[in-house]
């Protein structure tokens, strides 16, 4: 991994093996990155893709193997009730046939390699647990 600062924002390159969202995580915690957007483009493999189902309240999570471009990665970063790092993403991605498929990123290794733009927000977002939808949704009240 490499990045570099550029004035509030940051530009970070993942590189072939990272997987995605572990390596955003920890690079984030070691920032102190608390509250954040981000985006970004690359390649992907090995990518598990998840679709929620609000009646069921669960993730229906599938595998795709193959090599993919990343079209698009539009995410954030957030603190969890324990003070943990969370980074969550949705994703696009796009195969040799031309062929498209998108949902939460649940895991992915680089292909070759994800460019992607973090823009610190200042203070803190934190996620509490929602009752009426089963997720860990932001809580925005002032603190």
């Known amino acids: 991994m490499e990045w570099r600062q550029m004035g509030e924002t940051y530009t970070v390159r993942l590189e ?23 985006v970004g483009i690359g390649a ?21 193997p193959e090599d993919y471009e990343l079209l698009n990665l539009t995410g954030n970063v957030s603190l969890l009730e324990d003070g943990e790092t969370f980074v969550h993403a949705h994703v696009t991605i796009g195969g040799s046939d031309y062929s498209t498929k998108g949902g939460h ?39």
Not at 16 to 34: F, H, M, N
Not at 44 to 64: A, D, I, K, M, S
Request: glycine residues 8%; proline residues 4%; charged residues 20%.
């Open 16 to 38: 072939r093996g990272d997987e995605v969202i572990g390596s955003l995580t920890e690079w984030a915690k070691g920032r102190g990155i608390t509250a954040a957007s981000m």
């Open 44 to 64: 992907l493999e090995q990518v598990e893709l998840g679709y929620y189902e609000l009646p069921t309240r669960t993730y229906h999570r599938h595998t795709f």
């Open 105 to 143: 990123l649940f895991s992915a290794l680089v292909a070759v390699t994800v460019e992607v733009v973090v823009t610190p927000l200042p203070g803190q977002i934190r996620r509490a647990f929602d009752e009426a939808c089963g997720l860990k949704l932001w809580t925005l009240a002032a603190e």
